[in-house]
Nanobody, 129 residues
């Protein structure tokens, strides 16, 4: 049973930073494309950032326009963990953040969340003064 576990969420003031982690069990994250999504109350789930499988060798990453320049996605193969560094946080970043893995497509994308096969249970991020 594959398991993805997010951590690192919490309450932060506007302008602050958080680093989310996504740890995987029984699955080697480096082999697959990995994405972060978020869902705020009353809103649809939206893609935040994603990273290609390391098999593409291009290290390509994508970001939603709303987080470009503020968020950075990365992956540590030795830790089998993906990260989302979030800086200059805004109240509109408040949401539950999920990591997801696509077992089939090695190039990641943010336009369709059903393509992702495994999901974590999410971690709450609240940006408020």
């Amino acid at each position: 049973q594959v398991d993805l576990v997010e951590s690192g969420g919490g309450l932060v003031q506007p302008g602050g930073s958080l680093r989310l982690s996504c740890s995987a069990s029984r699955l080697t994250l480096a082999r697959y494309s990995v994405a972060w999504f978020r869902q705020a109350p009353g809103k649809e789930r939206e893609g935040v950032s994603c990273i290609n499988s390391e098999t593409t060798s291009d290290g390509n990453v994508n970001y939603a326009d709303s987080v470009k320049g503020r968020f950075t996605i990365s992956r540590d193969a030795t830790e089998n963990t993906a990260y989302l560094q979030m800086n200059s946080l805004k109240p509109e970043d408040t949401a539950v953040y999920y990591c997801a893995v696509d077992l089939v497509q090695i190039e990641c994308g943010l336009g369709s969340f059903p393509r992702y096969d495994y999901w974590g249970r999410g971690t709450q991020v609240t940006v408020s003064s």
